[in-house]
């Protein structure tokens, strides 16, 4: 276990200079002066030289890189253009948001696709069964934007239940200490804003679930009606165990590998799918983060953002390929 | 005895039973016995006929705008409604069939048919051609796909143009790696070896063996793909950096909808109905090729 990890984090290495080599390009494939495209026509002679000295386009492009990389390995994201912060130090309540939003999803997404992928196995062919997998098809084929918009107009506009958008009361906002809000009004003690963050929370979270959810119970039905088959299941059967307990676990302990998989790799979709869902709810979050980027041509704060999306999804999949290490002793990865 | 035997004329097959199919027709037996696979064709056949004929269904073109008659709600005369320029969303919904067919189609062939060939060459020449594409593969697999489109309609500007090219470039790993795993394994196969020993060039047995006896992946991966460049371009379109105005691209409409989300639901509904259903029907197509050409594939 010891040296496959050592191995899968030596296997990391190229991956990452891969992907802060292509997030590096990202300004230099700009066609034309990047400079004056950032700043934009109205732009003076010194304004355009001060950025270009600024963000190092003078130098032959390797000495870019390696600075480049230098800051990278420092922490250092460089500088927001349009707010002239760094942008380690702006960047953090975003991601606090997104995680915040993708982490509820996700779970979301687990509790309910595993649960119906379980109970579609367990009673195959019933209606159940049918029900769930024709939800599942469409939940698949829905775009997230479409089905955050219909939310609101349905929940929010026409039976008024749940807020629009947003992420707290503006009359009643969060003091931030994690800038993660179920947590830091949980440590206050502040049950009514963390019922709050929640309602907020419900509309986009669903939004963001759809499609992992979907396709989680795909694989769990899959995965479950495999497993269901084999002999020792039969086995725990004729003694006598009450068919929950086969099922939820004796089955579901073997069926877990092919649904994690879908887990770390939903898990990607997911982050990607925030910057959507963030727009539509007006979600703080590093989509927003992003997409206001590219409205203001904010190039430093657009290639941070996507190479520390980029980072985090390459860390879950890491984190998933060990987890199959630990949960199942059948593979062997000398 | 033995003469009787000889005499008998030889065994005839008496019906199609009993010939040696080709693959390709048992998966045409296969696919068309598959109920859903059929509803998901009809789908697809449903929006490419609407998008062909689109001037004579629509009754109206996609910009006569008519400010009398802005954010009517769907009646006899606008069946979809009417947006905030008084165009007839119905027509606007049927011509945007065409955008987004087009844009799936030419972005899933596009990567396709790069892919593929990237796929071919590391799969085939292995070594160090093999771990350059497949390092290059994975460091595209590492960022959230729509994200890397983003960032690619972020650097060459925003328009339809470069929102297909973001998405035929995000495709190509997928593509290429099922080709490169799909080639190894029938680099393997005897007939191969036999076109080598017989002296055959590289690039005849790629592209006269290798490629034809990896197609039906292929053909699995881009009709379930061309579902997914449609949502992207969708997705692209919503963010603003798709098609521009006045194009009846369904995520663009989709992205002018919102602000007119209390006043003007119509607007929004229809053009969300379009996508999903091009959408499933491209999945459930896609799903029942899979079952048909390639059962490994399942699951």
Known sequence: ?334 | MEVSVNNKPPIQPKNNEDKVQSPWVEALQSFMKNKIALVGTGIVVFFILLAIFAPFIAPQGINEQNMANRLQAPSAEHWFGTDDFGRDIFSRVIFGARISLWVGFLAVMGSAVVGSLLGIIAGYYGRWIDTIISRIFDIMLAFPSILLAIAIVAVLGPSLQNALIAIAVINIPNFGRLIRSKVLSVKQEEYIVAAKAVGMKNNRILFRHVLPNSMAPIIVQGTLAIGTAIIEAAALGFLGLGAEAPNPEWGKMLSDARVLLIQAPWTMIFPGIAIMLTVLGFNLMGDGLRDALDPRMKN
């Open chain 1, 1 to 334: 276990m010891l040296t496959y990890t050592v191995r899968r984090l030596i296997a990391l290495i190229p991956v990452l200079l891969g992907l802060s080599l292509i997030v590096f390009l990202m300004i230099r494939a700009i066609p034309g002066d990047p400079a004056q495209i950032i700043l934009g026509q109205l732009a003076t002679e010194e304004a355009i030289e001060a950025l270009t000295k600024q963000l190092g386009l003078d130098q032959p492009w390797y000495i870019q890189y390696f600075t480049y990389l230098g800051d990278l390995l420092t922490g250092d994201l460089g500088e927001s253009i349009k707010t002239n912060t760094a942008i380690n130090q702006e960047i953090w309540p975003y991601l606090a948001a997104t995680l915040e939003l993708s982490f509820c999803a996700m779970l979301i997404a687990i509790f309910i696709g595993v649960n119906a992928g379980i109970i579609s196995a367990w009673f195959q062919h019933s209606w159940f069964d049918y029900i769930a997998m024709i939800l599942a098809l469409i939940g698949v084929s829905i775009p997230i934007f479409w089905l955050g918009l219909m939310e609101q107009w349905f929940f929010s506009i026409q039976l008024d239940w749940l807020p629009t958008s947003g992420r707290e009361e503006v009359r009643n906002p969060v003091t931030s200490i994690t800038n993660i809000y179920l947590i830091d009004t949980l440590i206050q003690g502040r049950f009514d804003q963390f019922v709050d963050v929640l309602r907020h929370l419900i509309l986009p979270a669903f939004a963001l679930a759809t499609i992992p959810m979907a396709i989680i119970a795909r694989i769990t039905r899959s995965s479950m009606l495999e497993v269901m088959k084999s002999d020792y299941i039969r086995t725990a059967r004729a003694k006598g165990i009450r068919m929950f307990w086969v099922v939820y676990k004796h089955s579901l302990k073997n069926a877990v590998i092919p649904v994690l998989t879908v887990i770390g790799l939903q898990t990607g979709l997911l982050l990607g799918g925030a910057i959507l869902t963030e727009t539509i709810f007006s979600w703080p979050g590093m989509g927003r983060y992003i997409y206001d980027a590219i409205s203001a041509r904010d190039y430093p704060v657009i290639q941070s953002g996507i190479l520390v999306i980029a980072f985090i999804f390459v860390m879950i999949n890491l984190f998933i390929d060990l987890l199959y290490a630990a949960i199942d002793p059948r593979i062997n990865y000398r």
